[in-house]
């Protein structure tokens, strides 16, 4: 008996560590995308018309800004052709191809053509018929009308009968012993052009997704909203470019009804006492010199009165909140829901508009546990932005998502890029305002 147990011992043990291996070699084969991966955000308006806005550009893990990389003076992720994928929590929405680029108020953006898939798969349709219609062999129209006829074989030539005899060629007379022979094409254009074009295309540059090569070369044009007008509500939507990314992964995660609600409860509670903390430090800030860092690191006794004042107004004001947006995601295919909650809110008795997000994350257990929480209000854009949420998108091509954002200042927007480590968000890239 105790022979059979260390026998199934020494099974067990054996099938753990060949499983340990195998993952080990699976996970080394993976390989993530090395770049260079172009991150954007598309907007759509009603019209179809559509603008991109250059984000960050990943090369060999590095994130840099999109809009200043390789610029000469037009940045490389806003070349003419080249392609980018508009995505929603990782669902493919269509594909726009660059067309031009221009600035306005010193931020790059590009015009061009933009496709949504239905408009893609119908293209595709369409192609296929008119090559059916091609490829139908039309019978002649003497077949199409009258009655049916018999048609005889062809007479052949009979085997035996020789073909006609072809006249000899007339001999080519010999050059004289003095004259020059034909020199031969000298292949020094032919090298030449080749040696141009190869250093124009070089094979190791870094390239981005670009449209199917043609015939035909596009030259740069140039986008201005004069010309291309953005009409009615836009709608923003997160694109990536990558010459050898990885398929998109879809984020989605499924909530029922009242797992829904109770979430959105929890996090609005997270959201009501980011928004309290905020109004009790900027109450408290009475110098030029505290307003200034409202709402950042404030002294020792800023904070004895910060809580005290917060105490006073925690029972007796509650937030009232406005456009409140949530996001579910699934962003490292372990069925564990990253939560996103952007709103507005209000305080009875305060002219203020308070502005807030919060990022959550759940464990096994189903608790939520906060990651990230931003407040600011309408009076304090200059030193604290409003964060608006854009989509969870993989911004380095490791299949994972990251949380996409806009912060908006007194002094103009910009974009930021985060990643959900542990029970924190780990900032990618932020951009700046104007860059």
């Known amino acids: 008996m105790l022979q059979n147990s260390r026998c199934v011992f020494a099974v067990i043990l054996l099938l753990c560590c060949s499983a340990s291996f195998f993952y080990a070699q699976v996970a080394k084969k993976r390989t993530d995308s090395k770049g260079p991966r172009a991150v954007a955000v598309l907007q759509i308006a009603e019209n179809g018309q559509a603008h991109l806005i250059p984000v960050t550009i990943m090369v060999n893990g590095e994130f840099y800004d999109a809009s200043a990389y390789k610029a000469a003076p037009v940045p490389m992720a806003l070349q003419p052709g080249i392609v980018y994928e508009g995505v929603k929590a990782g669902v493919p929405q269509g594909l726009f191809t660059v067309g031009g680029a221009a600035q306005t108020n010193g931020n790059w953006f590009a015009g061009g053509s933009w496709k949504t898939e239905a408009q893609i798969q119908a293209d595709k349709e369409k192609a296929s018929e008119q090559t059916a219609k091609k490829n139908q062999v039309a019978a ?65 540059r870094p390239v981005l997704r670009r449209q199917p090569a043609t015939g035909t070369t596009r030259q740069q044009t140039k986008a201005s909203p004069e010309d291309e007008p953005l009409k009615g509500p836009l709608q923003f939507v997160a694109a990536v470019s990558d010459a050898d990314g990885p398929e998109p992964r879809p984020y989605t995660f499924e909530l029922k009804p009242d797992e829904e609600k109770k979430f959105r409860q929890k996090l609005l509670a997270m959201a009501a006492d ?162």
């Open 140 to 204: 002649p129209d003497e077949e199409l009308s009258g009655p049916p006829k018999l048609k005889r074989p062809s007479t052949a030539a009979p085997p035996n009968s020789a073909p006609p005899a072809s006249p000899s060629p007339p001999e080519k007379s010999k050059p004289a012993a003095g004259a020059e022979q034909p020199s031969k094409p000298s292949s020094s254009g032919a090298s030449s052009t080749s040696t141009t074009s190869s250093s124009i295309e070089a094979p190791d």
């Open 274 to 435: 980011e928004v309290r903390g905020h109004s009790a430090k900027i109450s408290v800030a009475s110098t030029p010199e505290d307003n200034t860092q409202a709402g950042r690191k404030t002294t020792e006794k800023g904070r004895a009165r910060a809580k005290a004042a917060d105490k006073n107004v925690r029972p007796t004001s509650a937030p009232e909140f406005h456009d409140v947006q949530m996001r579910v995601f699934d962003i490292s295919n372990t069925n564990q829901a990253v939560l996103v909650l952007t709103a507005s809110a209000n305080l009875a008795g305060d002219d203020k508009q308070y502005l807030v997000a919060v990022v959550a994350r759940e464990d096994i257990y189903g608790d939520l546990h906060k990651l990230f929480t931003q407040s600011t209000d309408n009076r304090h854009l200059d030193i604290l932005p409003r964060y608006d949420f854009i989509d969870a998108v993989d911004a380095d091509g490791d299949g994972r998502g990251e949380l996409l954002f806009r912060e908006t200042w007194d002094s103009g927007t910009a974009f930021a890029v985060y990643r959900v480590l542990g029970d924190r968000l780990w900032p990618l890239f932020e951009g700046k305002p104007g860059s």
